[in-house]
């Protein structure tokens, strides 16, 4: 077997690890599934990315200045003010090019460690209905990406509350929205008279910054750990054909043997999943497997059933 030296990187060690797969006949769709996996480009690119972050954090550069833009913007203002030969009128090119001044931008934006986004001020005009404990003014930060959670109207209240939090979204992502919050306005815009299509089509709207004005649970419970479930799919699901699933729009398409990992199982009818694999870390609705094998009993009893491969099989 080949030996890795002291030097040797993540990604060499996953391509030795790739080709020392043998094949096992008792273990034959588990290899086929490690050899997919470890074959991935993706994950080789994601360990030479790796490697690469841990050489720079071990040189800890400092950057020579944190102002290398307003650097710029002087010599600029210098040269257009000043006769100038060729050589001064190529650098003056250079450095108004659009491409150099946004690096520049970066640059200082990364020397200065300013991170965090600009956010406006809060608004000092909301109510004074409830106490001040009570009320929680959550400001979050999104960009075209759903706000990753889903609302429902309490039957007996009449309150919108927030009924689900995709892991991976931006609601999950703040830690500052939990499941059974009372919501209470959007951007100002007050949602207890509304139907929750129409909130959820201001959420969908908004840009940028979204404020939410919302009453925490009563008694909020324990975040249960991310888990590490993973399934292959033995059938197809599309959430747009699926008339029982509670928003298509946070539902999880997938194919047959696709690798699912199942991050939360809180709803015993809609488990929360992500695809192996996949680029995009938010996390979908999948049936339940007890909810399929019921819909499969069913089709099976009415004689509607078309596929009898309709079960998730642990890995």
């Not at 608004?123 to 759903?146: G, M, T």
Request: net charge neutral.
């Amino acid at each position: 077997m080949p030996v890795l030296s002291e030097d040797s990187g993540l990604h060499e060690t996953l391509a030795l690890l790739t080709s020392q797969l043998r094949p096992d006949s008792n273990h034959k769709e588990e290899m086929g599934f490690l050899r997919d996996v470890f074959s991935e480009r993706s994950l080789s690119y994601l360990m030479k990315i790796h490697e690469k972050l841990r050489h720079y954090e071990r040189q800890s550069p400092t950057p020579v200045l944190h102002s290398a833009a307003g650097l710029v913007e002087d010599v600029i203002e210098e040269l257009q003010t000043a006769p100038v030969n060729n050589e001064e009128k190529e650098l003056l090119q250079l450095l108004s090019t659009p491409h150099l001044r946004a690096m520049l931008v970066v640059h200082d934006t990364v020397a200065q460690k300013n991170f965090d986004p600009a956010l406006p001020p809060l608004p000092d005009n909301f109510d004074d209905d409830f106490d001040e404990e009570s009320v929680k003014i959550v400001r979050l930060v999104k960009n075209k990406e759903p706000l990753g959670a889903t609302i429902r109207r309490d039957e007996h209240t009449g309150a919108v509350i927030v009924a689900r939090i995709m892991r991976g979204g931006a609601a999950d992502r703040s830690g500052l929205v939990h499941v059974g919050d009372e919501l209470r306005e959007v951007n100002g815009i007050t949602v207890l008279h509304k139907r929750p299509e129409e909130i959820s089509q201001i959420l969908a709207q908004s840009r940028g910054s979204i404020t939410l004005k919302i009453i925490p649970a009563i008694k909020e419970e324990d975040r249960l750990k991310d888990s590490k479930v993973f399934m292959r799919a033995l059938f197809c699901y599309n959430p747009k054909e699926d008339r029982a699933i509670p928003c298509q729009e946070a539902g999880l398409p997938f194919k047959r043997r696709h690798v699912l990992e199942v991050v939360s199982q809180d709803d015993p009818t809609w488990w929360q999943a992500k695809r192996v694999g996949d680029t995009n870390l938010r996390a979908g609705l999948i049936p339940s497997k007890q909810f399929q094998e019921r819909r499969l009993t069913y089709r099976r009893t009415t004689g509607t059933l078309q596929n009898t491969r309709t079960l998730k099989k642990p890995l």
